[in-house]
């Protein structure tokens, strides 16, 4: 996914020293899942973030939209400060910024109609209160996302795990919003079905001008749909730039290790395996950046925590 040229300057969203951290069980300390985070998306962006498991990509995806609180930092959305708004104002804000989970069954109430599910939101932000716009504009978004009319009275039991995804994705865009963040959207659907639910990503990205964050395990994925990348290890990014200049031309030595990885699959080339003494999140001092050791800051100094590497040539 590509980003219109002649879009907007000024960023849809910037995001500053975000920083969550989680009580670590049975270790009596916290667990650095964000640290000290900041980026900004242009209109029409597509934003692929990569990582490990327990990178910290679905925290920081979670605190872009709101549904976990940062400890420190801020999130400004169209101007304005997302995390400042509480109660209704928070409510009517989210018709502007939306998320579609990994697992589709798991996010859909199983006890309500596929009607019930994707109107949702506009019943939350009472943005349509007449229940017969609401039902028209289900059927539209049914009709956007490929479904058959029909499956508005069924429920999400009798739908297969593509069509449960499409519904989360009607329902993600059913407000209208700007800016939605994709937590591994296809990671539990096999391959024909991964497929058309990525070009129906597109299609919707280019005709609604929707600026994404693509959280993904699946680097090829990410190659290809997104136009911008960020890396994360242990809370923190550690590169950022084009697609293109991350892929081909690695400058943090974590990028390098996991593209490594990645291509492991292809027989006769070398890797090397990612670094067995990285340190866990448990183990960094208060305020210090989590990422493994044996970095290069500016200068070629050795460091304990790795320097974001700077953005590359990306407008």
Do not use: W
């Not at 019930?116 to 506009?122: D, G």
């Not at 407000?175 to 959207?185: G, K």
């Not at 929707?210 to 994360?232: E, G, Q």
């Not at 974590?254 to 593209?259: A, I, K, M, N, V």
Request: charged share 25%; net charge neutral; aromatic share 4%.
């Amino acid at each position: 996914m590509t980003r219109e040229t002649g879009a907007q300057d000024m960023p849809i969203l910037r995001a500053e020293h975000l920083s969550k951290t989680f009580a670590a069980q049975g270790r009596g300390s916290a667990v650095y899942a964000v640290n000290d985070v900041s980026l900004t998306l242009q209109h029409g962006d597509t934003l692929g973030l990569v990582g490990e498991s327990g990178s910290g990509k679905s925290t920081l995806g979670r605190l872009l939209a709101r549904l976990v609180e940062p400890d420190e930092g801020t999130v400004v959305l169209d101007g304005e400060d997302l995390t400042a708004l509480r109660g209704r104002r928070l409510r009517r804000a989210r018709s502007k910024f939306q998320v579609v989970f990994q697992e589709p069954y798991a996010s859909l109430d199983p006890r309500m109609t596929i009607l019930q599910i994707i109107e949702e939101p506009l019943v939350a932000t009472k943005l349509v209160r007449s229940a017969k716009e609401r039902r028209e504009r289900v059927l539209a978004m049914l009709d956007e996302v490929g479904l058959p009319r029909e499956f508005l009275t069924r429920k999400p039991g009798a739908l297969s795990g593509g069509q449960q995804q499409r519904v989360g994705i009607a329902r993600a865009l059913i407000s209208e919003p700007t800016f939605v963040v994709l937590d591994e959207p296809t990671s539990s659907l096999d391959q024909t079905v991964r497929a058309s639910i990525l070009q129906l990503l597109v299609h919707l990205q280019r005709t609604k001008s929707l600026t994404f964050v693509f959280i993904s395990h699946d680097i090829h994925t990410v190659r290809r749909l997104c136009n911008r990348t960020a890396v994360m290890h242990l809370g923190s990014i550690v590169e950022i730039g084009p697609t293109e200049n991350v892929m081909q031309r690695p400058q943090h030595p974590y990028t390098r290790s996991l593209l490594s990885a990645e291509l492991s699959l292809t027989p006769g080339v070398p890797t090397r395996d990612l670094a067995p003494a990285d340190p866990l999140p448990t183990d960094l001092p208060t305020g210090a950046a989590a990422d493994a050791p044996g970095s290069v800051r500016p200068g070629g100094l050795e460091s304990g925590a790795p320097e974001l590497a700077v953005e590359r040539n990306n407008r």
